[in-house]
């Protein structure tokens, strides 16, 4: 029987290690960078951005993921890329004259209805705590090429994401940071928990000026009688 736990215990442990050497690995081997044909995309990679662009006029490219390269061949106008949720449009035969009327044809925010208009370039939208948001778009022509800013770390009220397109189009999603109700009941909590201990040193305070000048003042008579 003592053997009996003696090996369970060790497939426990086993399990444990396990669960951590995977973890590990996906932490060490997470994306630290996307080049393609050792050139940065558009916008630049940034872990929290998750859609990128790249014009070509190459029949194949390398796309180099950290360390990894894989050649991949195109087709004339649009080709779609997806690696671990990083999504590469890469375009070929790019022509700069048949950009001029690129504008947005869509433009999503995952978990939020924004309602988007292409004539509408300013929008509003409320997070609690999320790290960054994940933004999808359709172009009204594959050529134009689109940077987005602004979209992670947030640590202000009013975070601002800045969507460009063709440098012709700006759009601006105002992420506005809401107070967890939580945290809000927890500070009605604190401060009550403050105004109670204040009231009971004021209370203490005056309970012994009270006694102080009785005692005075009895002194004081009797010092006099005598």
Do not use: W
């Not at 369970?8 to 997470?30: E, G, H, P, R, T």
């Not at 894989?70 to 004259?97: A, C, Q, R, T």
């Amino acid at each position: 029987m003592h053997l009996f736990f003696l090996y369970d215990n060790n497939n426990i442990m086993k399990k444990i290690l396990f669960i951590i050497c995977l973890f590990s690995y996906y932490k060490v081997y997470a994306i630290s960078n996307i080049t393609i044909d050792n050139n940065d995309l558009i916008p630049s990679f940034n872990s929290n951005t998750k859609i990128y662009n790249y014009y070509t006029n190459k029949d194949n490219v390398r796309i180099k993921i950290d360390n990894k390269i894989k050649e991949v061949s195109l087709v004339d106008g649009k080709n779609k890329f997806e690696y671990d949720g990083y999504i590469l449009k890469i375009f070929k035969n790019y022509n700069k004259e048949n950009n001029t009327d690129v504008y947005l044809t869509s433009l999503t925010i995952m978990g939020y209805d924004i309602n988007f208009d292409k004539d509408i370039y300013e929008y509003y939208i409320e997070i609690s705590d999320e790290d960054n948001l994940i933004i999808d778009y359709e172009l009204s022509n594959d050529n134009g090429f689109v940077i987005i800013s602004g979209n992670g770390n947030f640590n202000k009220n009013d975070n601002i994401i800045t969507i460009n397109v063709n440098d012709k189009y700006e759009y601006k999603i105002h992420a506005c940071k809401t107070m967890n109700v939580s945290k809000i009941n927890n500070t009605k909590k604190e401060t009550i928990t403050i105004k109670k201990e204040t009231a009971k040193y004021i209370i203490i305070a005056i309970s012994c000026t009270i006694v102080f000048l009785f005692t005075y003042l009895m002194f004081n008579k009797t010092s006099f009688y005598i």
